[in-house]
């Protein structure tokens, strides 16, 4: 199995936070703050990796599927989900609309701030994991942590943003907007010991392991992202510890250690023991 560890992008956000999850190094008290950590394979990778930290509420927003991405000349569009890692006892993330809306309503919900009023808002907790299909409407809350797996897109389409100075995209974002209230999928759950799928999704899988080794076989062109939110473990020959992630392909043995926390991302089928 080819593995490497991939290097990490910084992003800073209005809405970040100075505090940051175990691995990663906090910005010094006078730096702007951290929003986003990426750990991106490239532009021909099919997955995105990112942790978020937020300090105050993200914008209001939604992205395009594949069709509409390509109907703009774009590459693809942008599924993706979270698995909350920390959460204020306050924190809240908004999924969709209580109730369905129009075009019409949507935009002049966007332009007179009323927008916040008309999503639906849910409490969350560490553990919890959402998945969104493009064109969902959403917006995370403030003193969360999680991590983002999503299809290797940045296009991202602004309704709203509590007044910050920054660009709306109401045209897109209001013509690819789902209008009706948002329906969770299912996932299998635990499907072997310590072995749980969270994600099932059209266009990636995504588990969660503890301790223990598997047998991991990728197809040929298939990649597969390891995350380790908590311990360490190796790869073949390559150590990952958390606060890394390790893109992979092919055949090989993933050995999480004792109190390891891995998740595994990829798309497709990939064949494990």
């Given at each position: ?12 956000k209005p809405w970040g ?17 951290v929003g986003e950590i ?226 595994f991302a990829y798309s ?6």
């Amino acid at each position: 199995m080819a593995a490497e560890i991939l290097a990490t992008k910084r992003v800073e956000k209005p809405w970040g936070s100075h505090r940051l999850w175990p691995g990663f190094a906090d910005p010094a008290a006078g730096a702007p703050p951290v929003g986003e950590i990426w750990f991106d394979g490239g532009a021909d990778a099919d997955l995105l990796i990112k942790y978020l930290f937020t300090k105050e509420k993200m914008s209001v927003q939604n992205h395009p599927s594949d069709a509409e991405a390509h109907r703009r000349g774009l590459p693809r569009g942008k599924d993706e989900c979270w698995l909350i890692l920390a959460a204020e006892p306050d924190s809240t993330i908004a999924i969709g609309p209580k109730a369905p809306v129009c075009a019409e309503q949507l935009r002049a919900a966007a332009l007179d701030g009323s927008i916040e009023a008309l999503l639906d808002w849910k409490p969350v907790r560490a553990g919890d994991v959402f998945y969104l299909r493009s064109g969902v409407i959403h917006a995370i809350g403030a003193g969360l942590t999680l991590i983002e797996v999503q299809q290797n897109s940045d296009t991202t389409y602004r309704l709203y943003d509590y007044g910050r100075p920054r660009e709306l995209h109401l045209g897109d974002g209001v013509a690819v907007a789902e209008l009706t209230p948002y329906v969770a999928p299912s996932a299998p759950g635990e499907v072997a010991p310590r072995r749980t799928i969270l994600v099932e999704g059209p266009k990636f899988v995504l588990e969660r392991w503890g301790a223990g080794a598997r047998d991991v076989t990728l197809a040929a062109g298939q990649q597969g992202w390891l995350v380790p939110v908590a311990g360490a473990g190796r790869v073949g020959d390559l150590a990952f510890t958390a606060g890394q992630c390790v893109l992979v392909s092919g055949a090989e043995t993933v050995a999480v250690g004792a109190g390891g926390d891995v998740l595994f991302a990829y798309s497709g089928a990939a064949r494990l023991e």
